[in-house]
């Protein structure tokens, strides 16, 4: 059983910039794939960036790649989501999200976090 916890998110102003933290425990984590997605009011939610504890490798959607990366700190068990270029679209809550499998973590992941706000004003 994995346990996810966000935290870093907040009011900005577009252009700005953010950085989510997901702090993970439980299971062996460098057996996991780590994911983020994102919901916006009315909206259904989305796949925003994936990351391999093992490997390191990384996907992005198209909606952002270029602006967002991220990392993982092994020693701390927490990955990172970091936001550059912040756009009003770019409001939503934010879940990072956990699975073992590469082929489920950009649509169905096992484990979710409780999601953390990020509004990007105008």
């Known amino acids: 059983q994995v346990a996810l916890v966000e935290s870093g998110g907040g009011l900005v102003q577009a252009g700005d910039s953010l950085r989510l933290s997901c702090a993970a425990s439980?299971?062996?984590?460098?057996?996991?794939?780590m994911g983020w997605f994102r919901q916006a009011p009315g909206k259904e939610r989305e796949f925003v960036a994936a990351i391999a504890w093992s490997t390191g490798w990384t996907s992005y959607s198209d909606s952002v790649k270029g602006r967002f990366t991220t990392s993982r700190d092994n020693a701390k068990n927490t990955v990172y989501l970091q936001m550059n270029s912040l756009k009003p679209e770019d409001t939503a809550v934010y879940y990072c999200a956990a699975d073992p499998s590469y082929a489920r973590i950009s649509n169905r992941p096992g484990y979710w976090g409780q999601g953390t706000q990020v509004t990007v004003s105008s």
């Open positions: 439980g299971g062996t984590i460098s057996n996991y794939i």
